[in-house]
């Protein structure tokens, strides 16, 4: 590495489920110019599906059960917080991680964490967000990432990308096509993210 060539940053991915997002940026990761390297995949589910992927991709993996806490969401959150500190994480991002985050971590991560969310932001903020779309006989949808921040789906929009909704569609086939814009703008919004803070 010469020089003139920032250090890449190193991001930290926090799943909970399949991990297709998260599948997304650990392969756009891979290209020699990607601004950041992700070193670490954490889940609050230990059977979670994307921890087999990142392991096969050769990257750290954590598991930080909820249920382990008794609800008490500051030990959690201060548990999950020492495995991000160990793995010098720059910036973290959330890949389908269905976990609300207390103001004190999101603060610890303010500016350096993003989010994927399955709408056009603001609209159908929460769960569920391809049936009201139907429901509401909306004729655009899409995805969103943006800063995380203390009221869920609220922090400023980094990079939003629509879809049209079809005659016919049902969650699932309008899910699908939401998917697929998920799995593209994350990783340029990523780039974007680690690229920016780099220069700052
Ligand atoms: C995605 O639709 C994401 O937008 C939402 O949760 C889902 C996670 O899917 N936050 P995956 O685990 O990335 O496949």
Redesign the pocket.
Known sequence: MSAATPAKKRVAIL?S??????AALIEAAKAPDYPAEIVLVMSNVPDAG?LAIAAANGIATATIDHKAFNRDREAFEKAMQAELERHRVDIVCL??FMRILTPWFVAQWEGRMI????ALLPAYKGLDTHARALADGATEHG?TVHFVTPGMDEGETILQEAVPVLRGDTPETL?KR??EV?HRIYPQALRMIATEYTLL
């Open positions: 799943i489920g399949r991990g297709s997002n998260m994307g890949a389908g989010n994927i969310h399955p995805a899910g939401v998917l998920e």
